[in-house]
């Protein structure tokens, strides 16, 4: 009876302690479960954290870029509207009906204009990319009908009459003209200034709506 009592003792013992090492063999697999896991999140984490640095600089790059860009742009705009109004201003006399200097000068600020936007217009929206092709068409339509003036100031008259009909005399196109340069296209660009301010978050009108 004893030794039977001394056998399941010991084979108590011996469950106990099985048992107990397979507890101890569980929680290290857990344990060395769990910091795998946390090793592989918190790579994870630094991965992600240094995609973000990286699209932090990319976007802080391209803002520094539209920056330079609006602001180039806006200037060169501001040299378009003097330029054009060098030409369709009425104060310049009888030499307004000659094609010279001050004209080529506009077709110069024209194309550079045009290809400054061309070349950078990835970094702003579509709706901005239209107004800024509106603007531009306006000056070219205004410069084209100053040119088609000065063609029509040299030609002949009949009865003071052009032997090629026209609706308006040169000189009254030129007078149009003239206001347009200093009204119609000086509010473009106003209102140009006043949309890349709301671009670049430094609009006053949009932070009284805001």
Not at 183 to 191: S, V
Request: proline share 1%; with cysteine.
């Amino acid at each position: 009876m004893n030794e039977l009592i001394a056998f399941i003792l010991t084979g108590g013992a011996v469950a106990g302690g099985i048992v107990w090492v397979v507890k101890i063999l569980i929680a290290k697999s857990i344990d060395a479960g769990v910091k795998t896991y946390q090793l592989r999140l918190d790579k994870e984490l630094e991965s992600h954290r240094h995609q973000l640095e990286l699209m932090k600089i990319q976007y802080s790059s391209l803002n520094d870029k539209r920056g330079v860009f609006i602001a180039e742009l806006y200037s060169m705009f501001f040299e378009l509207e003097t330029a054009l109004q060098s030409v369709t201003t009425i104060f310049q006399g009888g030499e307004w009906s000659s094609i010279g200097e001050k004209d080529k000068q506009l077709m110069e600020q024209l194309h550079l204009v045009n290809a400054y936007f061309e070349k950078n217009r990835i970094l702003i929206s579509d709706n901005l990319c239209a107004f800024i092709e509106n603007n531009i068409k306006e000056v070219e339509s205004i410069f084209e009908k100053i040119i088609f003036a000065k063609s029509a100031s040299s030609w002949e008259f009949v009865d003071d009459l052009p032997i090629v009909p026209v609706k308006k005399t040169p000189t009254e196109i030129w007078q149009e003209m003239d206001l347009l340069a200093r009204n119609k296209i000086k509010e473009n660009r106003k209102e140009l200034a006043e949309q890349f301010r709301v671009l670049i978050g430094v609009s006053i009108t949009a932070n009284k709506k805001a």
